[in-house]
């Protein structure tokens, strides 16, 4: 992703081999954006998968996260844009799916019981999400005119407000589509 197309292609070219597919974007804020938020959506499915919740749920859960970082990359910078791309939602379905993501193995702790302080200490690895939650939230708060973030707002009340896991993902339950 970048504001010109000539280096953007350059990088590609670079990088591409007959095992790496590359695409250029002109969109490199939204691109950002959307790479610290699907570390978001992946710690709610791994919260979700903790609890318990199946397949189904993701499911929901998931289509729920592509519209709602449609909504927040647009308010943050508006721009024509298909969401749908794999480096928007190809990057997120990877994140929340993959049992190797980081994010979604802190959130299945916090699902499964840990507090936040004690799933940090038992990964030995950094989950961005956890930091990436906060900006969301005060990005939200600050810039965005509070943009209706069911799930950011979830996970940060349960990382940052010691909700219940359970009681909020009841209540969110209520709120996604």
Do not use: W
């Amino acid at each position: 992703a970048c504001n010109s197309a000539s280096n953007a292609t350059h990088v590609a070219n670079a990088l591409k081999t007959h095992f790496i597919k590359t695409h250029i974007s002109d969109d490199p804020i939204g691109t950002e954006y959307a790479l610290m938020l699907k570390n978001i959506y992946a710690i709610a499915s791994g919260i979700a998968h903790g609890l318990g919740y199946g397949d189904n749920f993701q499911s929901v859960l998931i289509s729920n996260a592509i519209r709602e970082m449609r909504r927040f990359v647009k308010k943050i910078h508006k721009l024509k844009r298909n969401i749908n791309n794999s480096y928007y939602l190809g990057d997120l379905l990877v994140t929340c799916y993959s049992t190797f993501s980081r994010n979604r193995l802190f959130g299945n702790m916090i699902g499964k019981g840990y507090t936040v302080k004690s799933a940090m200490m038992e990964m030995n690895m950094v989950a961005e999400g956890y930091y990436a939650t906060k900006s969301a939230f005060e990005i939200n708060d600050k810039k965005t005119k509070k943009t209706k973030l069911f799930i950011i707002d979830a996970v940060h009340a349960i990382l940052y407000q010691n909700a219940s896991p359970k009681k909020t993902f009841q209540k969110l339950t209520e709120q996604l589509n």
